[in-house]
């Protein structure tokens, strides 16, 4: 299995911390952000990992983690050249990954549990994971009848408490045709949740609820809070 961390975007919430520097490059607890990330994937035994971010940024990144033998795993970076979204920006991916399954983080997700069962139990398809939120309209969110997942809907504004599809996704290689069908959103971004519905439609979807804690980092308030959580975590 490859992994990914997209770490693209323009950390516009984040402002003035990202004015000059790439959101992923922040501090959390002792280290850069991007770095637990790393982390997390090599801990569940993923060591060929693909950096996805802005063409401006590569060369920040490669500074800090160079080839990533410092950290036990192997690391290339791409660029995305459009801010055109989640799906647009793991599709950048399909000449890394080949023809293996890719374990998917999006850099500004926090969290302190192991994902190596659900990489070692991934059987195809698509794996998401849980959490549940009070602030649901910032998230993709599950939607469920008797246990069954049956759609997801991307930042609904009618929505408060929810189980948020939190940023760390298992896709098999088909992800990347999956892509290709999509269109993009009244954002004008391709958007994940569209992806993962197509894997549900086709009943190609595992699931599971995070056992810990996890926030993005990617608000001023998420900031602190994933930096609050990290530094308890010493």
Same mark, same amino acid.
């Given at each position: 299995?490859?992994?990914?961390?997209?770490?693209?975007?323009?950390?516009?919430?984040?402002?003035?911390?990202?004015?000059?520097?790439?959101?992923?490059?922040?501090?959390?607890?002792?280290?850069?952000?991007?770095?637990?990330?790393?982390?997390?994937?090599?801990?569940? &035994?993923?060591?060929?990992?693909?950096?996805?971010?802005?063409?401006?940024?590569? &060369?920040?990144?490669?500074?800090?983690?160079? +080839? #990533? %033998?410092?950290? #036990?795993?192997? @690391?290339?970076?791409?660029?995305?050249?459009?801010?055109?979204?989640?799906?647009?920006?793991?599709?950048?991916?399909?000449?890394?990954?080949?023809?293996?399954?890719?374990?998917? @983080?999006? #850099?500004?997700?926090?969290?302190?549990?192991?994902?190596?069962?659900?990489?070692?139990?991934?059987?195809?398809?698509?794996?998401?994971?849980?959490?549940?939120?009070?602030? &649901?309209?910032?998230? #993709?969110?599950?939607?469920?009848?008797?246990?069954?997942?049956?759609?997801?809907?991307?930042?609904?504004?009618?929505?408060?408490?929810?189980?948020?599809?939190? &940023?760390?996704?298992?896709?098999?290689?088909?992800?990347?045709?999956? @892509?290709?069908?999509?269109?993009?959103?009244?954002?004008?971004?391709?958007?994940? +949740?569209?992806?993962?519905?197509?894997?549900?439609?086709?009943?190609?979807? %595992?699931?599971?609820?995070?056992?810990?804690?996890?926030?993005?980092?990617?608000?001023?308030?998420?900031?602190?809070?994933?930096?609050?959580?990290?530094?308890?975590?010493?």
């Amino acid at each position: 299995m490859k992994g990914v961390i997209l770490a693209g975007g323009s950390g516009t919430r984040l402002h003035p911390l990202t004015v000059s520097v790439n959101k992923h490059l922040l501090p959390v607890g002792n280290k850069p952000m991007v770095m637990h990330c790393v982390d997390r994937m090599v801990e569940s &035994g993923v060591t060929e990992i693909l950096i996805v971010t802005n063409p401006e940024y590569v &060369g920040h990144f490669s500074m800090l983690l160079k +080839s #990533g %033998s410092d950290y #036990g795993c192997n @690391i290339t970076y791409k660029t995305q050249d459009k801010p055109n979204g989640v799906a647009g920006a793991l599709l950048q991916a399909r000449e890394f990954v080949g023809n293996d399954d890719c374990l998917v @983080i999006l #850099g500004d997700n926090m969290f302190n549990f192991s994902v190596q069962d659900d990489v070692s139990k991934f059987k195809g398809g698509c794996h998401l994971m849980f959490k549940f939120v009070p602030d &649901g309209h910032r998230y #993709g969110i599950g939607r469920f009848k008797d246990g069954k997942l049956y759609r997801l809907d991307e930042k609904p504004k009618d929505v408060e408490t929810a189980f948020a599809c939190i &940023g760390v996704y298992i896709f098999d290689k088909d992800v990347f045709s999956v @892509i290709e069908t999509i269109t993009p959103s009244a954002r004008g971004e391709y958007e994940i +949740s569209d992806v993962i519905n197509h894997y549900l439609n086709r009943d190609r979807v %595992s699931f599971g609820y995070v056992d810990g804690w996890w926030t993005d980092a990617g608000t001023l308030p998420s900031y602190q809070k994933a930096n609050e959580m990290m530094w308890n975590e010493k």
